[in-house]
T-cell receptor
């Protein structure tokens, strides 16, 4: 069974700070997902990555396959970045099932 | 144009009732999912369909029955609703399997009284 752990569970920061959210998993994977759930409840896929780094605007996701670890960074954070950030990895035995992390609740104060 | 849509967005009903939630995707994806998000905010897979065929059927009471009339639609019917069914139900789709990006619907907030 593939376990997914995220840290921190909660993070409060001031506007403009550099944010890092971490995700560790226990077995080999082919891809890792980062998603964002807005306070209103909607879920948006941010990244899917299998190696290296991806960047989209102020968001950067990195993955180290050997260390089984991924990070999500937010540069120049803004109150609208306040959300829950979730990482997920494919289940070992299924092409159709993701194992979800518990999420990191991020609050950016103005 | 909404990629993955769900109806209704809110559903308040009495215990024992039967209700349905509909999901449609216009992305041409082959795979669709139903997730349940409980009060602790964990997302749990309930069902997955690939091209109208049931792929995943997690430990879900048989009061929950998914139906996929075509690959663009995956509906969820719930019989004899219970208080513990109160949650947010998300539909999602992906081109093929979970190694591809999933697109989520807006969620249906179900409250059973």
């Amino acid at each position: 069974k593939n376990e997914v752990e995220q840290s921190p569970q909660n993070l409060t920061a001031q506007e403009g700070e550099f944010i890092t959210i971490n995700c560790s998993y226990s077995v080999g994977i082919s891809a890792l997902h980062w998603l964002q759930q807005h306070p209103g409840g909607g879920i948006v896929s941010l990244f899917m990555l299998s190696s290296g780094k991806k960047k989209h605007g102020r968001l950067i996701a990195t993955i180290n396959i050997q260390e089984k670890h991924s990070s999500l960074h937010i540069t120049a954070s803004h109150p609208r970045d306040s959300a829950v950030y979730i990482c997920a990895v494919p289940h070992m035995d299924s092409n159709y099932q993701l194992i979800w992390g518990a999420g990191t609740k991020l609050i950016i104060k103005p | 144009d909404t990629a993955v849509s769900q109806t209704p967005k809110y559903l308040v009903t009495q215990m024992g009732n039967d209700k349905s939630i509909k999901c449609e995707q216009n992305l041409g994806h082959d795979t669709m999912y139903w997730y349940k998000q409980d009060s602790k905010k964990f997302l749990k897979i309930m069902f997955s369909y690939n091209n109208k065929e049931l792929i995943i059927n997690e430990t879900v009471p048989n009061r929950f029955s998914p139906k996929s009339p075509d690959k663009a639609h995956l509906n969820l019917h719930i019989n004899s609703l219970e208080l513990g069914d109160s949650a947010v139900y998300f539909c999602a789709s992906s081109p093929l399997a979970v190694r591809e990006t999933q697109y989520f619907g807006p969620g249906t907030r179900l409250l059973v009284l």
